[in-house]
């Protein structure tokens, strides 16, 4: 494990310092990475140590600036211009953010440039209550290898006067931005992208190199925000399964499909299965892109597709699931047990959820063998956890 940085270190301690009132994001940054990582580890240790003994954290070498994707919202000043920032917690007042520790550097100049342009071109933020103006919100998301950068606009219509103009402007202060998209939402939703995109500028997706192989990456298809820390957290679920390269294996809520191709030079065939099916076309395209013939993927919830399989009988050799913050369901679950898996590699973004699920499997017969914490997302709350069960 790589030596994390000591906030002692000067050019960390530069910055350190977040000048922003409480935006609920890096809610421990006025600790040591140390500390944070100690009460990480305790967090976990309270909820999954009754189940198996917590491996050290696999903590980042380098916290700062690690967030490949950012988002801000797009609000009213006091003095009638527009600003971008990330809502007051518990609020629909918007803290303004003109740079964040944890995220990417070119993503909040970007962002800022952005802000900077809305006010030249008089444009208005909306207005949730009174469904006026114009820029809900704004992504980017940059490829951390690739280094190719993506612009999502989101708006309430399809109406979005002087665009041209806009993203000619833009493109000519970052002419490193590879796709500009607009994004559609209507919604009266905290979900930021709408359903309906229009791409701008470029081929509306990005790519990047994960796990030695490219993905595309579309605006409403999940990616992880942290490289590094994603082909840690990967390598630990791939490695704690020890598979022999003769397995079938199911890597369910498989978004892009990044699991799927990591593991396929580990088996004998692969099933992804994801419900968005921005994802699912991503994934089938980067299979494709990376000549890997033992995959195939399946749009469809996890839940539905596993209780199909069980019932057809069919037996599986390894699971890895990886759902989202609410957990995996007991329709899940339970086809996962009847199809009797030799392991399952659980990755889990929400410790709580995952001692839940890992109580029922535990209940129905499973064994968790190891259980790794993974900082993803250094500074904030939030911890990954890798667990490996067996029968
Ligand atoms: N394993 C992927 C994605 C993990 S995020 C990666 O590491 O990149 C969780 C994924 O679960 C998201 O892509 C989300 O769209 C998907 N998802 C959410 N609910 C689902 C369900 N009921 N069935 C299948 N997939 C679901």
Same mark, same amino acid.
Request: aromatic share 8%; with cysteine; charged share 25%.
């Given at each position: 494990?790589?030596? @994390?940085f000591?906030?002692?270190?000067?050019? *960390?301690?530069?910055?350190?310092?977040?000048?922003? %009132?409480?935006c609920?994001g890096?809610?421990?940054?006025?600790?040591?990475?140390?500390?944070?990582?100690?009460?990480?580890?305790?967090?976990?240790?309270?909820?999954?140590?009754?189940?198996?003994?917590?491996?050290?954290?696999?903590?980042?070498?380098?916290?700062?600036?690690?967030?490949?994707?950012?988002?801000?919202?797009?609000?009213?000043?006091?003095?009638?211009?527009?600003?971008?920032?990330?809502?007051?917690?518990?609020?629909?007042?918007? #803290?303004p953010?003109?740079?964040c520790?944890i995220?990417?550097?070119?993503?909040?100049?970007?962002?800022?440039?952005?802000?900077?342009?809305?006010?030249?071109?008089?444009?208005?933020?909306?207005?949730?209550?009174?469904?006026?103006?114009?820029?809900?919100?704004?992504? #980017?998301?940059?490829?951390?290898?690739?280094r190719?950068?993506?612009?999502?606009?989101?708006?309430?219509?399809?109406?979005?006067?002087?665009?041209?103009?806009?993203?000619?402007?833009?493109?000519?202060?970052?002419?490193?931005?590879?796709?500009?998209?607009?994004?559609?939402?209507?919604?009266?939703t905290?979900?930021?992208?709408?359903?309906?995109?229009?791409v701008?500028y470029?081929?509306?997706?990005i790519?990047?190199?994960?796990?030695?192989?490219t993905?595309?990456?579309?605006?409403?298809?999940?990616?992880?925000?942290?490289?590094?820390?994603?082909?840690?957290?990967?390598?630990?679920?791939?490695?704690?399964?020890?598979?022999?390269?003769?397995?079938?294996?199911?890597d369910?809520?498989?978004?892009?499909?990044?699991?799927?191709?990591?593991?396929?030079?580990?088996?004998?065939?692969?099933?992804g299965?994801?419900?968005?099916?921005?994802?699912?076309?991503?994934?089938?395209?980067?299979?494709?892109?990376?000549?890997?013939?033992n995959?195939?993927?399946?749009?469809?919830?996890?839940?539905?597709?596993?209780?199909?399989?069980a019932?057809?009988?069919?037996?599986?050799?390894?699971v890895?699931?990886? @759902?989202?913050?609410?957990?995996?369901t007991?329709?899940f679950?339970?086809?996962?047990?009847?199809?009797?898996?030799?392991?399952?590699?659980?990755?889990?973004?929400n410790?709580?959820?995952?001692?839940? %699920?890992?109580?029922?499997?535990?209940?129905?017969?499973?064994?968790?063998?190891?259980?790794?914490? *993974?900082?993803?997302?250094?500074?904030?709350?939030?911890?990954?956890?890798?667990?490996?069960?067996?029968k």
């Open positions: 494990m790589a030596k @994390p000591r906030n002692g270190d000067l050019r *960390v301690m530069e910055q350190r310092r977040c000048t922003y %009132d409480k609920g890096c809610m421990m940054c006025e600790k040591s990475y140390e500390q944070t990582l100690r009460e990480k580890k305790k967090y976990i240790e309270e909820l999954l140590s009754k189940f198996c003994k917590v491996n050290e954290i696999s903590s980042m070498y380098y916290p700062y600036n690690y967030r490949n994707k950012v988002h801000s919202t797009f609000g009213k000043t006091q003095k009638g211009g527009i600003t971008t920032g990330i809502y007051k917690e518990g609020t629909h007042e918007i #803290v953010i003109d740079k520790l995220n990417d550097k070119k993503a909040d100049e970007i962002i800022l440039t952005i802000r900077n342009l809305a006010n030249e071109f008089k444009m208005q933020a909306y207005d949730e209550d009174r469904h006026t103006g114009l820029l809900r919100h704004v992504m #980017v998301r940059r490829g951390a290898s690739s190719q950068i993506m612009v999502v606009l989101v708006t309430p219509t399809e109406n979005f006067p002087s665009r041209k103009n806009f993203v000619a402007k833009l493109l000519e202060l970052h002419p490193d931005i590879t796709t500009v998209i607009q994004s559609i939402n209507p919604a009266a905290s979900m930021v992208l709408g359903n309906y995109e229009k701008l470029g081929k509306g997706y790519e990047d190199t994960l796990m030695g192989y993905f595309r990456i579309s605006a409403r298809s999940f990616y992880q925000v942290n490289k590094s820390q994603t082909e840690m957290l990967y390598k630990t679920a791939i490695n704690g399964l020890g598979l022999t390269g003769k397995e079938s294996v199911i369910a809520y498989c978004g892009i499909g990044t699991i799927s191709l990591a593991v396929s030079k580990n088996a004998r065939y692969v099933i299965v994801e419900l968005n099916l921005e994802a699912v076309k991503d994934a089938k395209e980067n299979a494709k892109r990376n000549n890997i013939k995959v195939s993927f399946f749009c469809d919830d996890a839940g539905d597709y596993m209780l199909e399989l019932s057809e009988g069919k037996r599986i050799d390894a890895i699931m990886d @759902p989202p913050r609410s957990g995996s007991t329709q679950m339970d086809s996962v047990v009847r199809m009797s898996p030799d392991k399952i590699a659980y990755i889990s973004c410790p709580e959820t995952l001692a839940r %699920d890992l109580n029922y499997f535990t209940i129905k017969g499973y064994r968790v063998k190891e259980c790794t914490p *993974v900082d993803m997302f250094g500074f904030t709350k939030h911890v990954e956890v890798v667990c490996i069960l067996t």
